[in-house]
């Protein structure tokens, strides 16, 4: 399964993103069957995410995870788990962990609706509150982790590799290039100055 963040409308406080389930679509070289339909080759969107925001350096518990390609694995220890067992007894088979993340550590989907939840983690929610301001804030963070927890975790049990990437469209590469270098210059400077 190849899970995509597109992060858009990044703050000084907080980044928006949408989940998108890109298995499929990810990959040209896939031996699609024909079985399935090209609509469902399409990236399929699974609900918002809200994550702290973009740092050139990691500020602890307030920092976006660097973009790149990130494997996820269920992890069955931890305060969290032990909550989320409590909470979602009905179908918790541990932390959808997002490994190997440069300067992080522990870090999961989870739910949350405002940047005080995230502490580093990408929050997941049905809705997003409109992206003019400083803050954002996600809606319906529960709805959006009990519809999607199972569909990863279904891929985790069958032994498939899970990955998620995360990646700002302003910061699009090709050929090795970014595309809008002038954006991702702007962008860090209009962060230097808060």
């Known amino acids: 399964m190849k899970l995509e963040v597109l992060r858009f ?3 000084k406080k907080s980044t ?3 989940l998108f389930d890109s298995t499929y679509y990810a990959c040209k070289s896939y031996n699609i069957p024909t079985s399935i339909s090209s609509k469902d080759r399409e990236p399929k969107f699974l609900c918002y995410i809200l994550e702290d925001p973009y740092q050139p350096k990691k500020v602890y518990g307030n ?3 660097a973009d790149g390609t990130y494997k996820i694995k269920l992890r069955t220890e931890g305060r969290l788990h032990e909550r989320y067992s409590k909470k979602f007894h009905e179908f918790h088979d541990g932390m959808l962990w997002i490994k190997d993340v440069p300067d992080f550590t522990d870090i999961y989907l989870h739910i949350g609706n405002s940047p005080k939840d995230t502490h ?3 929050l997941v929610g049905d809705s997003a509150r409109s992206n003019v301001g400083d803050t954002h804030f996600i ?4 709805r959006a982790y009990k519809r999607i927890y199972p569909r990863i975790c279904e891929k985790l049990a069958l ?3 899970v990955t998620i990437t995360f990646s700002h469209p302003l910061f699009a590469v090709r ?3 970014l595309l809008y270098p002038y954006l991702k210059a ?3 400077e209009t962060f230097k100055r808060s």
């Open 9 to 11: 409308s990044p703050t």
């Open 16 to 18: 928006y993103g949408m």
């Open 63 to 65: 920092t976006c995870i």
């Open 120 to 122: 580093g983690c990408p």
């Open 175 to 177: 050929d090795g290039s």
């Open 139 to 142: 809606y319906r963070s529960t």
């Open 186 to 188: 702007h962008f860090e």
């Open 159 to 161: 032994g498939e590799e």
